[in-house]
Nanobody, 130 residues
Framework: VQLQASGGGLVQAGGSLRLSCAVSGVSGGTFSRYGMGWFRQSPGKEREFVAAISRSGRDADYRDSVKGRFTISRDNTRKTSYLQMNSLRPEDTAVYYC?????????????????????WGQGTQVTVSS
């Protein structure tokens, strides 16, 4: 299983970016059984939870500081998870990582801890200038 994150870049404060996380090495049916999450890490800080979506796509969870600005979604036919980021702030600057939880069952809620995920992408840099 491989995860490829993309869509990062340099944007001014108040701008928007959409990150994508393409999963390969599995069928669409298998991907649809994965919970998906996004985390980020700024220089000198620990990696932190950003957003997660359940395998069904019906449930999502966000860290407080991004609620109302970020939206996580998934497209099972494309085996891709997305993170739409609006109203970006300089403090959103970080390397963003996507992750997959292959152990999720139908009732598993979106996971907000790293140990809930067993596959990780390589990260994409997001820089927000003031």
């Amino acid at each position: 299983v491989q995860l490829q994150a993309s869509g990062g870049g340099l944007v001014q404060a108040g701008g928007s970016l959409r990150l994508s996380c393409a999963v390969s090495g599995v069928s669409g049916g298998t991907f649809s059984r994965y919970g998906m999450g996004w985390f980020r890490q700024s220089p000198g800080k620990e990696r932190e939870f950003v957003a997660a979506i359940s395998r069904s796509g019906r449930d999502a969870d966000y860290r407080d500081s991004v609620k109302g600005r970020f939206t996580i979604s998934r497209d099972n036919t494309r085996k891709t998870s997305y993170l739409q980021m609006n109203s970006l702030r300089p403090e959103d600057t970080a390397v963003y990582y996507c992750a997959a939880d292959s152990r999720a069952i139908l009732t598993t809620p979106p996971r907000s801890t790293e140990r809930g995920y067993d596959y990780w992408g390589q990260g994409t840099q997001v820089t927000v200038s003031s």
